[in-house]
T-cell receptor, first 113, second 110 residues
């Protein structure tokens, strides 16, 4: 049963446009993540939040910005998308102090034309 | 940084055969999780197994923490097992960075 919800699941846009992906978890977890999965299926962490605080900010272009209103929500905004941003963006959540078992959403596929 | 190596990169089986997937990691892990991803699908957690042996259905995971390795055994494979199997670790120190391997692509033929 899905408990990490992502919207939209699919988005096609042109180079230079702004895109936002939303993520909500109903598991009561205190930590949320954004991962990027490229065409080779490699998953790379982009950001991590614990109780609304940014704790991991990997080397991603500055056009990517996470936004967290509370510990159940973590959105991802991309200003001025580039072709290399085409990928699947996966949101996940976990409890920090309970083994960090990750639960993923279904992903948001971005295609930049 | 922490690294996760999975082998083999790909595996082709006939239905009914067993599969053995390996995950080796460079740092002491406080958490290790195996995931399944169907083509074009999302990640489904199979097992969380930071140490010892765990079973669920036809899956058995054995993690030897001191040797920094884990295995996932799939018995009596089925065509529906086809997909990508990913291993992820969390390193001690609480750095909130679950790190994934590149995965093993499994194809099971009827």
């Amino acid at each position: 049963e899905t408990a990490v919800f992502q919207t939209p699941n699919y988005h096609v846009t042109q180079v230079g446009n702004e895109v936002s992906f939303n993520c909500k978890q109903t598991l009561g977890h205190d930590t949320m993540y954004w991962y990027k999965q490229d065409s080779k299926k490699l998953l790379k962490i982009m950001f991590s939040y614990n109780n609304k605080q940014l704790i991991v900010n990997e080397t991603v272009p500055r056009r990517f910005s996470p936004q967290s209103s509370d510990k159940a929500h973590l959105n991802l905004r991309i200003k001025s998308v580039e072709p290399e941003d085409s990928a699947v963006y996966l949101c996940a959540s976990s409890f920090r102090n309970s083994g960090n078992t990750l639960y993923f959403g279904e992903g948001s596929r971005l295609i930049v034309v | 940084g922490q690294q996760v190596q999975q082998s083999p990169a790909s595996l082709v089986l006939q239905e009914g055969e067993n599969a053995e997937l390996q995950c080796n990691f460079s740092s002491t892990a406080t958490q290790l999780q195996w995931f399944y991803q169907s083509p074009g699908g999302s990640l489904v957690s199979l097992l969380s197994n930071p140490s010892g042996t765990k079973h669920t259905g036809r899956l058995t995971s054995t993690t030897v923490t001191k040797e920094r390795r884990s295995s996932l055994h799939i018995s009596s494979s089925q065509t529906t097992d086809s997909g990508t199997y990913l291993c992820a670790i969390v390193v001690s120190g609480g750095n909130y960075k679950p790190t994934f391997g590149k995965g093993t692509s499994l194809v099971v033929h009827p």
